[in-house]
């Protein structure tokens, strides 16, 4: 390696690292967001958990029901945050063999893409997971018509 090369050769690679930095970033906040919901289920469960010994059998059998729901969405919440720490984990990878590369005579560039097409998977399958989540909220979130009618104003 020719040392009067080196800054622009570093300056290279420090350009190919950037794409693989700002994603490293969107996980860090697709991550952020996951972990927020997830502390609101946290919160949610442990309400209802607390809640569960001093209520009636009818408001039990509620709290039992969504408590279910909860369950599966901290189970997709939880598969959501794995894969996408192992995507963030796959790109710093990337990141580390970009320039080892540079630096050590060794090819990286198949090893590079194919761990970049692994990190993106599983970050498609954590999407998927937090997908789900989301609609597993909102579907047991909606409000019923018959609560919507029956909180209007009645019409003289």
Do not use: Y
Not at 89 to 94: E, H, K, M, T
């Amino acid at each position: 390696m020719d040392p009067t090369q080196l800054p622009e050769e570093v300056a290279h690679i420090i350009q190919l690292a950037i794409a693989p930095v700002f994603t490293l970033a969107g996980i860090g906040a697709l991550l952020n967001v996951i972990a927020n919901r997830l502390a609101r289920v946290v919160d949610r469960w442990r309400a209802l958990e607390g809640g569960l010994s001093e209520a009636d059998l009818d408001t039990r059998l509620l709290f039992h029901a969504e408590l279910a729901v909860l369950d599966k969405r901290m189970e997709r919440i939880h598969r959501a945050i794995s894969l996408s720490t192992l995507a963030a984990l796959l790109i710093c990878v990337v990141i580390i063999l970009l320039f080892t590369g540079q630096l050590v005579p060794i090819p990286v560039a198949q090893a590079v893409s194919v761990l970049f097409v692994a990190s993106m998977l599983f970050l498609s399958v954590a999407l998927v997971s937090f997908l789900m989540e989301v609609r597993i909220a909102s579907r047991t979130l909606r409000v019923t018509r018959a609560v919507l009618e029956a909180g209007k104003p009645k019409k003289a």
